[in-house]
């Protein structure tokens, strides 16, 4: 079985400090982990992802996230925080050794970056 | 823009109803994914088509159905509708059935209203 938890259903920062969006992840194998952003009335947007290799991903807006496996975490993160980044955000994981490829995603978390 | 497009955008209709919402996969996707996401279930896994054939089943109600075509659109058929039913329905394509690195890239989503 896979799952994944967003612990915080909000984060709020001030625009220009430092974000940070938790994820921890459970699973059987190997985990492939995603995150997507989503914001209002539009469908979700693929940030980054792990699959293998170096800790710490980049991926698009400045994003980046840092895979610890010791903490079975995925945390996303921004040097600085942007109004714009505000959305909803979703961790999703995958056993990558097999078993189903079909993505556990977590309730999502929403940012909101304060001017 | 992530190439995959869902119509209509919007779709209003009454309990007891039937709708079809359907989904083009970006361009070269073999494989069509589609969620129901809600406030209270967050993004939930439906069902999964590869090349026209079911490959995998998430939180799929018998009321609800779905096929893939041999151009690899796709469509999901709700059937004697729901209040409860109301939600935004995700399509996401990706290019192989699984694979080491394969991402999910969603469409912009279709709300369903059930007055």
């Known amino acids: 079985a896979q799952s994944v938890a967003q612990p915080e259903d909000q984060v709020n920062v001030a625009e220009g400090n430092p974000l940070t969006v938790k994820c921890t992840y459970s699973?059987?194998?190997?985990?492939?982990l995603f995150w997507y952003v989503q914001y209002p009335n539009r469908g979700l947007q693929f940030l980054l992802k792990?699959?293998?290799?170096?800790?710490l991903v980049k991926g698009s807006y400045g994003f980046e996230a840092e895979f610890n496996k010791s903490q079975t975490s995925f945390h996303l993160k921004k040097p600085s925080a942007l109004v714009s980044d505000s959305a909803l955000y979703f961790c999703a994981v995958r056993d990558g050794s097999g078993g189903s490829y079909i993505p556990t995603f977590g309730r999502g978390t929403s940012l909101i970056v304060h001017p | 823009d992530s190439g995959v497009t869902q119509t209509p955008k919007h779709l209003i209709t009454a309990t007891g109803q039937r709708v079809t919402l359907r989904c083009s996969p970006r361009?070269?996707?073999?494989?069509v994914y589609w969620y129901q996401q809600s406030l209270d279930q967050g993004l939930q896994f439906l069902i999964q088509?590869?090349?026209?054939?079911?490959?995998a089943k998430g939180n799929i109600l018998e009321r609800f159905s779905a096929q893939q075509f041999p151009d690899l659109h796709s469509e999901l058929n709700l059937s004697s509708l729901e209040l409860g039913d109301s939600a935004l329905y995700f399509c996401?394509?990706?290019?192989?059935?699984?694979?080491?690195?394969?991402?999910?890239?969603f469409g912009p989503g279709t709300r369903l209203t059930v007055l």
């Open positions: 996401a394509s990706s290019a192989r059935l699984a694979g080491e690195s394969d991402t999910q890239y």
């Open positions: 699973v059987s194998g190997n985990p492939y």
């Open positions: 792990y699959i293998t290799g170096d800790n």
């Open positions: 088509y590869y090349n026209g054939e079911e490959r």
């Open positions: 361009s070269g996707d073999l494989s």
